[in-house]
């Protein structure tokens, strides 16, 4: 079966504290995962996908297939970090995207 | 702005009507997604088209139904509608498989 878990509804964080917000998934073969956030109000954008291991806006990801995990993190979280973050992962036909239910992070100062 | 539109922003309609929600896509997108997010169940895949076929199904209810037009545009069509429907319901679209652009979204309510 193809899913995505992130355990945590809401991730509560002081400014300039480290950040992880979890997601597994379950998949045969090689996944191809996202990380997608949506700011209040505006709509979902990418921020990450692993398969290009780039940094945005501070965060990164790393595929940890034994684990099957894809933890987004950054270091040093800021106020303008606060947002509904969803992992997603192509589904086997290459299609559709099949995603977690959502963490928010909340970084207060 | 180039990007995925949706229209209308808002729905409120009773229960047992029918709505219909379009998205036009990015320039030179062929392909559209339809997502449901709903409180309970998150973020769902509907449906997709590519250029104006049929590619995927996801968990759409029968009471649903798409369609992908010549100008690549699309519209979802939802009837019989229930107090469940309730939901956003985002459009996405994108090059084959390549990275999919989202639109802001309907707030379709359901009294």
Partial sequence: AQRVTQPEKLLSVFKGAPVELKCNYSYSGSPELFWYVQYSRQRLQLLLRHISRESIKGFTADLNKGETSFHLKKPFAQEEDSAMYYCALRNQAGTALIFGKGTTLSVSS | ?111
């Fill in chain 2, 1 to 111: 702005d180039s990007g995925v539109t949706q229209t209308p922003k808002h729905l409120i309609t009773a229960t047992g009507q029918r709505v219909t929600l379009r998205c036009s896509p990015r320039s030179g997108d062929l392909s559209v997604y339809w997502y449901q997010q709903s409180l309970d169940q998150g973020l769902q895949f509907l449906i997709q088209y590519y250029n104006g076929e049929e590619r995927a199904k996801g968990n759409i209810l029968e009471r649903f139904s798409a369609q992908q037009f010549p100008d690549l545009h699309s519209e979802l069509n939802l009837s019989s509608l229930e107090l469940g429907d309730s939901a956003l319901y985002f459009c996405a679209s994108s090059p084959w498989r390549g990275e999919q652009f989202f639109g802001p979204g309907t707030r379709l309510t359901v009294l």
